[in-house]
T-cell receptor, first 117, second 112 residues
Framework: GAVVSQHPSRVICKSGTSVKIECRSL??????MFWYRQFPKKSLMLMAT?????????EQGVEKDKFLINHASLTLSTLTVTSAHPEDSSFYIC?????????????FGPGTRLLVL | GESVGLHLPTLSVQEGDNSIINCAYSNSASDYFIWYKQESGKGPQFIID???NMDKRQGQRVTVLLNKTVKHLSLQIAATQPGDSAVYFC???????????WGAGTKLIIKP
């Protein structure tokens, strides 16, 4: 139980294009989903927290117009990197918590490697 | 910012030996702690958790110890195997929105 998937797992795009990443909780309903960014050999950096049907709460320094988050249902959240630039290249990971375990436990997706050329 | 953990250290352990990974936290009001394992190129995987009303919890080959007096958390892995090679993160629950504060991580290397 408590499986979270992400799609795509890897994406390469040209500078200026937009990229959408999907995060799904497969076997539980996620009350809250989180989006993280991770640089090589570094810890996870929280970008935003989203609850189903509400606007996402972004962390300080994260541009909400740059990183669009939609949480349309209890099992799906999407992150769209708009007008991507090479500095947006990173490993993006989502997590979800909910009724799979304790409400504080986050279960993570496998991550999406984004490379912007 | 990171209020949990240290800058990423590396721990090398002989295969078959026990591993102890340490983590310090700063928020004395936190009441829930989790250890995650992250293999290269993958998302973090939940290992074990502990609440602040406990000082020890055991899982399969893993034990988490919590010392609230000195705000210290440790993960013990028994009979370390090659598959245990990964970066291990401690995380601390922060507030009612269920956000986690992350440690910097410890890279565990298994020597044959």
């Amino acid at each position: 139980g408590a499986v979270v998937s992400q799609h795509p797992s890897r994406v390469i795009c040209k500078s200026g294009t937009s990229v959408k990443i999907e995060c799904r909780s497969l076997d539980f309903q996620a009350t809250t989903m989180f989006w993280y960014r991770q640089f090589p050999k570094k810890s996870l950096m929280l970008m935003a927290t989203s609850n189903e049907g509400s606007k996402a709460t972004y962390e300080q320094g994260v541009e909400k117009d740059k990183f669009l988050i939609n949480h349309a249902s209890l099992t799906l959240s999407t992150l769209t990197v708009t007008s991507a630039h090479p500095e947006d290249s990173s490993f993006y990971i989502c997590s979800a918590n909910g009724l799979a375990g304790s409400l504080e436990t986050q279960y993570f997706g496998p991550g999406t490697r984004l490379l912007v050329l | 910012g990171e209020s949990v953990g240290l800058h990423l250290p590396t721990l090398s352990v002989q295969e078959g030996d026990n591993s102890i990974i340490n983590c310090a936290y700063s928020n004395s009001a936190s009441d829930y702690f989790i250890w995650y394992k992250q293999e290269s190129g993958k998302g973090p995987q939940f290992i074990i958790d502990i609440r602040s009303n406990m000082d020890k919890r055991q899982g399969q080959r893993v034990t988490v110890l919590l010392n609230k007096t000195v705000k210290h958390l440790s993960l013990q892995i028994a009979a370390t195997q090659p598959g245990d090679s990964a970066v291990y993160f401690c995380a601390e629950n922060m507030g009612s929105n269920y956000q986690l504060i992350w440690g910097a991580g410890t890279k565990l290397i298994i020597k044959p």
